[in-house]
Nanobody, 122 residues
Framework: QVQLVESGGGLVQTGGSLRLSCAAS????????MGWFRQAPRKEREFVAA????????YYADSVKGRFTISRGNAKTTVSLQMNNLKPEDTAVYYC???????????????WGQGTQVSVSS
């Protein structure tokens, strides 16, 4: 069982930045591919970014490419999402998820955090 906790959400203005973190409780995230997803009100959960178990490969949704960066911490217990040049359409609850092999499909992830709210004002 992998328990994940997100942090770092908040309210920023358009063009601002936030850094989200996802931490695993009681164990490392070694061996797990990690994904970030988001869900806005009345919309389905959508893929944002993912990183392979060893950090060697990263994947991004077209809507965030060039603005967001996913990375793994050196301690192997955290995964971060640096979000720059934020836009109002980035407003959503952001979730991290773990799976042996990364996927863009949220239904394929067995482990999820509780989510953190990101709000971008215009």
């Amino acid at each position: 069982q992998v328990q994940l906790v997100e942090s770092g959400g908040g309210l920023v203005q358009t063009g601002g930045s936030l850094r989200l973190s996802c931490a695993a409780s009681e164990r490392t995230l070694s061996g797990y591919g990690m994904g970030w997803f988001r869900q806005a009100p009345r919309k389905e959960r959508e893929f944002v970014a993912a990183i392979s178990w060893n950090g060697g490969s990263t994947y991004y949704a077209d809507s965030v490419k060039g603005r967001f960066t996913i990375s793994r911490g050196n301690a192997k217990t955290t995964v971060s999402l640096q979000m720059n040049n934020l836009k109002p359409e980035d407003t959503a609850v952001y979730y991290c998820a773990a799976r042996a092999v990364v996927s863009r499909n949220p239904d394929e992830y067995p482990y999820w955090g509780q989510g953190t709210q990101v709000s971008v004002s215009s």
